[in-house]
Nanobody, 124 residues
Framework: QVQLVESGGGSVQTGGSLRLSCAASRFTASFYCMGWFRQAPGNEREGVATINNYGVTTYADSVKGRFTISQDEFKNTLYLQMNSLKPEDTAMYYC??????????????????WGQGTQVTVFS
């Protein structure tokens, strides 16, 4: 059973930076998509960024140019570097894995495994 564990959340002032990490265990898929989603209180969960086994990345328009998704060389740790943070970035951030396909889309139904979430709070 794949396990995903996020870390790195916290509280930061507007304009600040945070780096989220997601450690994936028991993960051996050759073709996959990993992603970050977020959910703010009262809102639906939304896709933030994805990366596949080829290293191809996609970003939500709201975070382009500010957030960077990456993975380590062993592809068992996923990162989300968040710069120029805004209060509207405040949310619970989740790491997710689709271990069957490398075509990434922001559809949470496609992702079979999820982490427990890490809270990001941006204050002005």
């Amino acid at each position: 059973q794949v396990q995903l564990v996020e870390s790195g959340g916290g509280s930061v002032q507007t304009g600040g930076s945070l780096r989220l990490s997601c450690a994936a265990s028991r993960f051996t898929a050759s073709f996959y998509c990993m992603g970050w989603f977020r959910q703010a209180p009262g809102n639906e969960r939304e896709g933030v960024a994805t990366i596949n086994n080829y290293g191809v990345t996609t970003y939500a328009d709201s975070v382009k140019g500010r957030f960077t998704i990456s993975q380590d060389e062993f592809k068992n740790t996923l990162y989300l570097q968040m710069n120029s943070l805004k209060p509207e970035d405040t949310a619970m951030y989740y790491c997710a894995l689709d271990p069957y396909r490398a075509s990434c889309i922001f559809d949470e139904v496609k992702f079979d495994y999820w982490g427990q979430g890490t809270q990001v709070t941006v204050f002005s």
